[in-house]
C-alpha cells in the first residue's frame, strides 16, 4: 500500500493524519426509531431519550474515533436543564452539535411557519428558532441548522413573491439575533412537504438569503435534496467559490429524501464531492476550513447504531480516496486539456483500497482497526435491546 502511494507522490503518513482530524456529526434522531408515513417499525434497543441517543452516539465514536459531537432536533430532543445535558455529554466524550429548529409539527403551520401570511404564525415560527438560539449558547454550540418545511401545493395558493419577502424579513430578525461566532446554516430541499412550490427549493435561494442576511449566514448541502442527477459536486464548488458552504447533512437517495446510508448507492458522487473540498484546501481556501460535516439519516429498517457507524466509515472512504489524488498531476492534465488524462487522475485515486489506511489511523488511535467486529464485541446492541423497552411506535398513514 505505502509503496503504491508513495510512487504517486503521496505520503500516506500525512494522508492518515488528516484522516484522524477529520471528523463528522452524527445525528440524535438517526439513534431513535423512525420510519415512512406508511410504518415506524421498532427497533429492538433503539433510543427513546437523548440521554440514550447521546450513549448511543458514543459508541459510535469508542469504535471510529472522529464523532466527538451530536446535533440535536428541538423539540424533539428538548430538556429542562442544559448544563446537565452538556455535562452529561462531555462524561461520554461528546459534545452537541448543530441545534436544529423543528418548523413543521404544529398545527399553526399548515401553510408555513417563516413564510406564514399570518403574521402571529410567523412569530411563533421566528420565536422558536431564537430558543433554539439560547439553547445553542446554553450548550456552547455554534450551529443553528434550518430547515423550512413550507411551500405550496396549488399555484395561485399564496404570493410567490409575497412568501419571499416574509421569508427575508424572518430570517432578519433570526439573523440579527446571533451572538457572534454563531453561524446560521440555511437549508434547501426542492420538495417535500410541500409539492407546487417550496420557499427554499435550492443552493441558489439559500446563497441569495444568506449573502443579504450577512457573513453569520451560510448555506447546507443535503446530499438527498436534490433533483435526480443534479450535479452536487459543482453546488459545492460555486458554494465554496462564494466562501458559504457551511456543512453538509450526508446521505444517500435512489428516488427522493431516502435517506439511505451515506455513499451506499452513489460513491463516486460522494468521492467528487469530497475531491472538490480537497481541491480547494490545497489552493487555501478558507471557507474549506469551516464546514460542519454533519450526518442525517434515519434508518427505518437497519440496526441504528451499526447504520451510523456504516455511513462514518463510507464518508471516511470518499474523504481518503480525495486525499490521493495526485493534484499535480490533474492540474497539468488540465493544462494539456487531457480530457481522459484529467479523468484517470481521479479514477487511479477512486479505484484505490483504502481501508489500510482508515484501519492504520484507527490503530494509530489505539482503536481496533474494524469498527464493526469492535462494535459487535461490545456486547452493546444486545445489551440495549435486552435493557430498553419499546415506546409504542407510530404510524404516519392511517390504515398502514
Ligand atoms: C428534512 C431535512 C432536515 C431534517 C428533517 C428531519 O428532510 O433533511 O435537515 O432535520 O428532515
Ligand atoms: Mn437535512
Ligand atoms: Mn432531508
Redesign the pocket.
Known amino acids: 500500500m505505502n509503496d503504491h502511494l508513495r510512487k504517486q507522490n503521496i505520503d500516506s503518513d500525512a494522508v492518515v493524519e488528516k484522516i484522524q482530524h477529520f471528523t463528522i456529526e452524527t445525528?440524535s434522531?438517526g439513534y431513535g426509531d423512525s420510519g415512512t408515513r406508511f410504518k415506524v417499525f421498532h427497533w429492538p434497543g433503539a433510543a427513546r431519550t437523548l440521554r440514550e441517543k447521546l450513549a448511543d452516539a458514543a459508541q459510535v465514536n469508542a469504535v471510529m474515533g472522529v464523532c466527538p459531537s451530536v446535533a440535536i432536533?428541538i423539540p424533539w430532543d428538548m430538556e429542562d436543564d442544559w448544563q446537565a445535558v452538556k455535562d452529561d455529554a462531555h462524561a461520554l466524550g461528546l459534545r452537541i452539535g448543530a441545534v436544529?429548529p423543528?418548523l413543521?409539527q404544529e398545527d399553526s403551520y399548515r401553510l408555513g411557519s417563516l413564510c406564514h401570511i399570518d403574521k402571529t404564525v410567523r412569530q411563533r415560527g421566528i420565536a422558536h428558532v431564537l430558543d433554539c438560539i439560547q439553547i445553542a449558547q446554553a450548550v456552547d454550540s455554534d450551529i443553528i441548522?434550518l430547515?423550512l418545511?413550507e411551500g405550496t401545493n396549488y399555484p395561485g395558493q399564496d404570493s410567490l413573491r409575497h412568501r419571499r419577502s416574509r421569508l427575508l424579513e424572518s430570517l432578519q430578525t433570526i439573523y440579527a439575533a446571533l451572538p457572534a461566532g454563531m453561524r446560521l446554516l440555511i437549508?434547501y430541499?426542492f420538495f417535500?412537504p410541500a409539492f407546487y412550490s417550496t420557499d427554499l427549493p435550492d443552493w441558489g435561494t439559500s446563497l441569495l438569503m444568506a449573502q443579504k442576511l450577512g457573513p453569520q449566514a451560510e448555506v447546507?448541502v443535503?446530499t438527498?435534496?436534490h433533483p435526480q442527477d443534479t450535479n452536487i459536486p459543482q453546488i459545492v464548488a460555486q458554494l465554496l467559490d462564494e466562501g458559504r458552504l457551511g456543512g453538509f447533512?450526508f446521505?444517500d437517495r435512489k428516488y427522493a429524501?431516502d435517506?439511505l446510508i451515506a455513499g451506499s448507492l452513489n460513491p463516486f458522487e460522494l468521492f467528487c464531492i469530497f475531491n472538490e473540498i480537497v481541491d480547494v484546501s490545497a489552493e487555501g481556501n478558507a471557507n474549506a476550513g469551516r464546514i460542519a460535516y454533519m450526518i442525517?439519516q434515519?434508518h427505518n429498517i437497519e440496526p441504528k447504531i451499526e447504520a451510523m457507524i456504516q455511513s462514518v466509515y463510507n464518508i471516511q472512504i470518499a474523504y481518503a480516496k480525495a486525499l490521493l489524488v495526485d493534484r499535480a498531476a490533474l492540474r497539468q492534465a488540465q493544462e494539456e486539456s487531457s480530457v481522459l488524462g484529467a479523468y484517470r487522475v481521479l479514477q487511479a485515486a477512486y479505484e484505490t483500497d483504502v481501508r489500510p489506511l482508515l484501519a492504520e489511523a484507527r490503530t494509530r488511535q489505539g482503536l481496533h482497526p474494524d469498527p464493526f467486529a469492535a462494535f459487535e464485541a461490545s456486547g452493546y446492541a444486545e445489551r440495549v435491546a435486552q435493557e430498553r423497552t419499546a415506546l409504542a411506535t407510530t404510524s404516519g398513514y392511517p390504515g398502514a
Open positions: 445525528p434522531w432536533h436544529n423543528n413543521f441548522s430547515w418545511a437549508e430541499k417535500e447546507l443535503d438527498g435534496h447533512h446521505n429524501d435517506d442525517d434515519s
